[in-house]
Each structure stands twice: as C-alpha cells, then as structure tokens.
C-alpha cells in the first residue's frame, strides 16, 4: 500500500476518532458547542479520507484508469472547465449572499448577522476585481 493510500486511511480514522470524541463532550459538562464542531470536523475528515482511500485503491487496481485521469488532469481543455465552473459558483455563492442579506433584513435580524454577509460580498468583489487585473498584466 502506497503512502498516499495510507494517508487516506489514518485521515478517515482519526476523523472517525474525533467524531466519537465529539459523544463524550456530550455527557460531560462541556459546551455542546465543542461538541458539535468536533463531530462535523471528524465527519468530514472521515468521509473526505474513506473517499480518497477508496480512490486511490481503485487506481492502483487499475492502471489504465490511473493513467487516464492523470491524463485528464493535466490537459488544457478540463483546466479550462475547471476554471469556468469554479468562476460560475462564485457568482452563484455571490448572489446566494446578496439574497440571503435580502431574506434576513426582511426577517428584522440584528445587524450582526447582516454585516458579515454584505462584508463576503464585497471581499468576493474586491478579489474578483484584483484577480482581473492581475491576469490582465500577467497575459
């Protein structure tokens, strides 16, 4: 077994091992906070690692497929698509903000909630303005 494959499989038990952990934060008297947050980062990471490590064997099962989707994975025309769908869920996630900045000022939510919303988007905008301009003098 390959160390990636390994890595893989320790990320996915030591998810699963803080995800057990979180059930003990809750009989004790611990804020249910924490374990919360530990149950969401352990899932994650268990899920996330059982995903990569079931990849990663059935690459090593079959070749061919390793070296076809490395293949893919450098090739011009999929970094394109690539790029175009990451720039398309941004303007999706912008705009899941703005509506969402909408439904909670409808609601009378404190001013608390909204401002980070309308601080996202602007930060998504100045980045977005400066990622032009960047590659505009870089090409």
């Given at each position: 077994?390959?160390?990636?494959?390994?890595?893989?499989?320790?990320?996915?038990?030591?998810?699963?091992?803080?995800?057990?952990?979180?059930?003990?934060?809750?009989?004790?008297?611990?804020?249910?906070?924490?374990?919360?947050?530990?149950?969401?980062?352990?899932?994650?990471?268990?899920?996330?690692?059982?995903?990569g490590?079931?990849?990663?064997?059935?690459?090593?099962?079959d070749?061919?497929?390793?070296?076809?989707?490395?293949?893919?994975?450098?090739?011009?025309?999929?970094?394109?698509?690539?790029?175009?769908?990451?720039?398309?869920a941004?303007?999706?996630?912008?705009?899941?903000?703005?509506?969402?900045?909408?439904?909670?000022?409808?609601?009378?939510?404190?001013?608390?909630?909204?401002?980070?919303?309308?601080?996202?988007?602007?930060?998504?905008?100045?980045?977005?303005?400066?990622?032009?301009?960047?590659?505009?003098?870089?090409?």
């Amino acid at each position: 077994m390959r160390w990636k494959t390994s890595w893989y499989l320790i990320l996915s038990l030591s998810g699963l091992v803080l995800a057990l952990t979180s059930l003990l934060f809750l009989q004790k008297p611990v804020s249910p906070l924490s374990g919360g947050i530990c149950m969401g980062v352990g899932a994650g990471m268990c899920s996330a690692g059982f995903a990569g490590w079931l990849m990663r064997r059935y690459e090593e099962s079959d070749p061919a497929l390793k070296k076809q989707n490395e293949i893919e994975s450098r090739d011009e025309r999929n970094a394109a698509i690539r790029r175009s769908a990451k720039a398309a869920a941004g303007t999706v996630l912008q705009w899941s903000l703005v509506a969402l900045f909408w439904v909670y000022t409808g609601l009378g939510a404190p001013l608390w909630v909204t401002l980070p919303l309308i601080g996202l988007f602007l930060l998504k905008a100045l980045l977005e303005a400066g990622m032009q301009v960047y590659y505009q003098r870089r090409m």
